[in-house]
């Protein structure tokens, strides 16, 4: 199978069988994250965490209060989709799961993405052993400040994005701070290689 | 006022200030590249000086803070904080900080100076520190072109600071993922295009106001 090709393995370690050539952090094991149980912060419905046939999404886990963190991953991620060609950019879409429901309502949340995107979905787990699954599945911690009700707080949180195929499978990660044109080599990899389901060997 | 030193400083602090967002990213309605324009009112650099010399010398010996480069990011229309960077330059010979921020109760209820750093978890489950990843090789992104300190991988965290040091001949800047000065109970959104004012104190040069461009990022 063609995997490496020229130019990849200039990240060092890449494990045999990996998909070369991501800018971002591969785990080998990869993360399996697609029966993840999470619900969609407008209507309830259930989301799973895994793209379209032939799409991928992109699954951050932060909270619209976040001033600094969360806004810089979202707007470093729109410059990369815009960065794509349009027919690979409406291939991605991008999940915010909320660290705090709270205080972001669906609303909330819905108002924040499509202030970034155009393509997202919002999520919003209220039970806390439920949300403490999800994260824990992604390995994603996370804070909640002590506060009074009413009270400003914030919530300290692993701010790394996520890529997943459509199987369910996250591919690649990007750390905190990431930057656009590494993402936009990252996401045309993601849809150049086919999910790890589609075995191409019979 | 020395304008090319400013301009100097102003375009590295730029390119820090673009290191990892994207260089090529439209910059909506900005037609200027170099952010420390000041020709047409883009940015407004300016400058408060600390205590003159008793001796009333020409050239002050206290600290002499100028900052550039302030712009804050547009804020989704229910968002209720919100975040300045910008760049302060100590060009005199004493140290400074920068110790309170504030702006017009018609902007934000409460303006804080933050920073943005990796916190340690008390938790040692394995997959979300950076740490401990004993069970699963890693391959990393090549370093260049990451915000702050660029400890990405675990918890990040914005916490309040009592003051910003500027030491004597040094460049301190705000910039995404690390200090930031925080506007709390934002009155409306923050809307591309548009200027708010913030005034800095300083614990040596006292107050200043500098004009924030709202922008969608950076550059």
Known sequence: ?202 | MNINSIRQRSARAMVAVVLGASLLGACSGDDSDDVSTGADGDVTTTSATGPATPDGGTEPAGSQIEVAGAWARTSPSMATRGAVYLVIMNKGEADDALVAASVDPSIAKTVEIHETVPVESDDDSGMGDGGSMDESTTTTSSGGGMHGNGMGMGMMEMRPVDEIPVPAGSDVELVPGGYHIMLLDLVEPLEAGTEIEVTLTFEAAGELKVMAEVREMPM
């Open chain 1, 1 to 202: 199978m063609a995997l490496c090709l020229v130019g990849c393995g200039n990240d060092g370690d890449v494990s045999a069988g990996a998909p070369a050539g991501f800018k971002g952090v591969v785990r080998k094991p990869a993360i399996e994250v697609g029966s993840v149980a999470l619900t969609h912060a407008v209507t309830g419905e259930p989301v799973e965490m895994r793209a379209q046939d032939g799409e991928i999404l992109i699954a951050y886990f932060g909270y619209t209060g976040c001033p600094d963190v969360c806004p810089t991953t979202m707007s470093d991620i729109r410059v990369a989709l815009g960065e794509l060609p349009a027919e690979a950019a409406e291939k991605v879409t991008v999940a915010l799961i909320t660290l705090d429901p709270e205080r972001d309502t669906g609303e909330i949340l819905d108002d924040y993405l499509g202030h970034f995107f155009d393509r997202y979905i919002p999520v919003r787990v209220e039970d806390p052993a439920a949300l403490q699954e999800a994260t824990d599945a992604f390995g994603v911690q996370f804070e909640v400040a002590d506060h009074q009700e009413g009270e400003p707080y914030e919530v300290a949180h692993t701010a790394i994005s996520y890529v997943i195929d459509d199987s369910g499978t996250v591919v690649v990660e990007w750390p905190f701070g990431f930057d656009s044109p590494q993402m936009v080599e990252d996401i045309e990899t993601a849809l150049d290689s086919p999910a790890k389901s589609s075995a191409r060997a019979d």
